[in-house]
């Protein structure tokens, strides 16, 4: 069985991280969204609330699974049998940053491969920071966010 882990923090979700996993979820016979715990970033909402949300905007699509973790990705990635890490890029820098955490994680588990997936250029201008300082101000970020994830917000 090939299992693959969408790491992020989906802070919020966006309608980018959905065409990731709508795109990944064909290539694997089960996708985990990881909603990753960084403990050096102070989230907007909460991991619960972050759960709730991509549960509801992924609820009619059980080979994907939702779950929050903490710690090092690629242990996380051993703990439930992936061997694929899903890595969505944006631009050049997402490419350059991404290759290098890649290459990290190859050292410490050589078993995970990294998948890169492009993004389409619709939605390469977004990004779930991008979408919080919106928030912040309260501009309107329907057109960015999955309809079933507004009432989270």
Do not use: W
């Not at 959905?18 to 909603?35: A, E, P, Q």
């Not at 990753?36 to 949300?53: D, F, H, P, Y």
Request: hydrophobic share 40%; net charge neutral.
């Amino acid at each position: 069985m090939k299992i693959a882990l969408f790491p992020g923090s989906f802070d919020p979700v966006t309608k980018a991280h959905v065409d990731i996993v709508k795109r990944s979820v064909g290539l694997f016979d089960k996708v985990y969204i990881g909603i990753g715990a960084n403990s050096s970033k102070q989230g907007l909402l909460s991991i619960e609330t972050r759960e709730q949300m991509l549960r509801a905007v992924f609820q009619h699509d059980d080979r994907i699974h939702i779950v929050a973790y903490e710690g090092l990705t690629v242990n996380f990635c051993k703990s439930i049998g992936a061997t694929y890490m899903i890595r969505g890029i944006r631009t050049v820098s997402d490419f350059e940053y991404e290759k290098a955490i890649a290459q990290m994680n190859h050292a410490l588990m050589p078993d995970i491969e990294s998948i890169f997936i492009v993004s389409k250029p619709g939605y390469s201008s977004i990004s779930s920071t991008i979408v919080r300082e919106i928030m912040r101000h309260n501009g309107d970020v329907a057109q960015f966010i999955p309809t079933e994830a507004l009432a989270y917000l």
